[in-house]
C-alpha cells in the first residue's frame, strides 16, 4: 500500500534517467539531502527531476529543480499515521470506502495530505486535517 500512494506521483509523459544522466549538480545536492537514501529511481519531467526513494524507513518522491533545489517532497503514510481527524472525515463522507494509500506533501512552506481511497477519489486535507479538495486519480 505504501508504494501504491507514491506511484500516483509518476507520469506516464516522465521520462526514466539512468544516473549517469543526472546533472552533477542535482546529484549533489540530492546527496547532501538524503545522505542515506536507498533504491533510488531517477526520472526527468519537463525541467525538474522526479525522484524515487527510501529515507531509512520512508518511501518518498522528492522534485528537485534544475538546480538540484527540493521543490516538493511526498512521504508515504502507513494507515495508523494518517491524522485521526482525516480518518473520521473518510469514514463518516465515504462510508464503506476504506483508504489504500495516502502521502504527506511537502511543497516549500507548504504541507498537504492526499489520500486516496476505494471508490477511486484523492482527497487533498491541509496540515490541519481540513478538507480542500477531491479528484479522481
Do not use: H
Not at 2 to 20: H, M, P, R
Not at 46 to 65: A, F
Amino acid at each position: 500500500m505504501l508504494a501504491c500512494a507514491i506511484v500516483f506521483s509518476f507520469s506516464a509523459s516522465a521520462q526514466i534517467l539512468n544516473t549517469a544522466k543526472v546533472p552533477a549538480v542535482v546529484k549533489a545536492s540530492f546527496t547532501k539531502q538524503f545522505p542515506v537514501a536507498k533504491d533510488v529511481t531517477w526520472e526527468k519531467k519537463g525541467v525538474t527531476y522526479e525522484v524515487g526513494l527510501k529515507n531509512k524507513t520512508q518511501v518518498m518522491t522528492v522534485i528537485l529543480d534544475p538546480q538540484g533545489k527540493l521543490l516538493e517532497s511526498q512521504t508515504a503514510l502507513e494507515n495508523k499515521a494518517i491524522p485521526a481527524v482525516i480518518v473520521k472525515y473518510v469514514k463518516s463522507k465515504f462510508k464503506g470506502k476504506g483508504i489504500i494509500g495516502a502521502v504527506k506533501v511537502v511543497a516549500r512552506t507548504k504541507m498537504t495530505y492526499e489520500v486516496m481511497i476505494e471508490s477511486g477519489k484523492k482527497l487533498i486535507f491541509d496540515s490541519q486535517g481540513n478538507f480542500i479538495s477531491a479528484a479522481k486519480f
